[in-house]
């Protein structure tokens, strides 16, 4: 991932409704949810959740697969992962910050190291 790719993301991701939808779909999984259950979970009408679904799918944060008569969308959790791993990856030193792919369980696993821990605030 490079910076553009990272702001159309960010920028994407940078309005409520969208943030919210988003998350809801992270918890629905790969397996993702139809346009109607999100609308309904969040109480977004159909038309607007519409409009924020087209956004996010622009910026490659959302996938869509019909089902029958049902459009499904879901996360698009390899560009997630690839933004996260674009925020860690100069994190302070890379001792301090890893990625790695854990193949036994198909996974990324990243680890932060207690490396920008917040400065202790006087009494």
Known sequence: M???????????????????VFRLLVKHGPEGAPAGTVSEALGIPHNTLSFHLSHMSNAGLVL????????IYSANFELITDLIRFMVEDCCRVEFANIRTDKKR??????????????????
């Open 64 to 71: 869509s697969r019909r089902e029958g008569r049902s459009i």
């Open 2 to 20: 490079d910076i553009p790719q990272a702001v159309v993301a960010f920028d994407a991701l940078s309005q409520e409704t969208r943030l919210k």
């Open 106 to 123: 198909g996974r990324s696993v990243i680890e932060l190291f207690n490396c920008c821990q917040p400065k202790e605030k006087k009494a």
